[in-house]
Nanobody, 121 residues
Framework: QVHLVESGGGLVQAGGSLSLSCAAS????????MGWYRQPPGKQRELVAS???????NYADSVKGRFTVSRDNAKNTVYLQMNSLKPEDTAVYYC???????????????WGQGTQVTVSS
């Protein structure tokens, strides 16, 4: 069993910053790509940022230049630094990780429980 536990989030004024973190634990042999999705109220879940184990990052156009994704491979943890936040960034943020639980197994996607980020205008 693999668990992803998120922390951070909360309420911030527009222009402010927040930091999210997500740690993977449990039956883990290796962790591949990790990242963050978000689901704004009444909308579909969308990719925010992803980061391969080797360090290649991918960002949604709407967050480029404002958000930074990073990871600590030794801790199986991914981070999301969010700066210059806007009201439209308000959403539930979910972390995700592709995890291989055994040396011979494929990677499977796992999700965190989600954390609320609210940006007031």
């Amino acid at each position: 069993q693999v668990h992803l536990v998120e922390s951070g989030g909360g309420l911030v004024q527009a222009g402010g910053s927040l930091s999210l973190s997500c740690a993977a634990s449990g039956s883990i042999f290796s962790v591949g790509t990790m990242g963050w999705y978000r689901q704004p109220p009444g909308k579909q879940r969308e990719l925010v940022a992803s980061l391969t184990r080797g360090g290649t990052a991918n960002y949604a156009d709407s967050v480029k230049g404002r958000f930074t994704v990073s990871r600590d491979n030794a801790k199986n943890t991914v981070y999301l630094q969010m700066n210059s936040l806007k009201p439209e960034d308000t959403a539930v943020y979910y972390c995700t990780a592709n995890v291989s639980p055994r040396p011979t197994s494929l990677e499977y996607p796992y999700w965190g429980q989600g954390t609320q980020v609210t940006v007031s205008s």
